[in-house]
Structure formats: structure tokens, C-alpha cells
């Protein structure tokens, strides 16, 4: 039975560890991409933001 045990926690463990490898690596590739859109995001706000006040004035 503490055999099977064994077993069964390693496999989890295993499994575990290859989630968190999956997870980090999906971040590592995405985190770049999300990164560049809100910078992309915040210099077309802060534009048209300056934009607006140099119309309106």
C-alpha cells in the first residue's frame, strides 16, 4: 500500500510540475505580446488625451 502511495504522490508531483512549466512558459511568451498592447494602448490614449486638449484650447 505506502508503495502506491509513493507512486501516486510522484505522479502528482510530476504532473504539478509540468502544469507550472506549461503555465511559465505560456507567460514567458505572452507577457511580451500583452505588454506591447497596453503600451500601445496607454501612447494611443495619452495622444488622442493631447490631442483633445490642444483642439478644445
Same mark, same amino acid.
Given at each position: 500500500m505506502v508503495a502506491a502511495n509513493i507512486?501516486?504522490?510522484i505522479v502528482v508531483i510530476i504532473a504539478l510540475i509540468v502544469?507550472?512549466? #506549461?503555465i511559465i512558459f505560456l507567460i514567458e511568451i505572452l507577457?511580451?505580446?500583452f505588454i506591447g498592447l497596453i503600451i500601445i494602448?496607454?501612447?494611443i490614449g #495619452?495622444?488622442?488625451?493631447?490631442?483633445?486638449k490642444m483642439k478644445s484650447s
Open positions: 507512486g501516486a504522490i502544469i507550472i512549466a #506549461v507577457a511580451p505580446i494602448a496607454i501612447i #495619452v495622444g488622442l488625451w493631447i490631442y483633445g
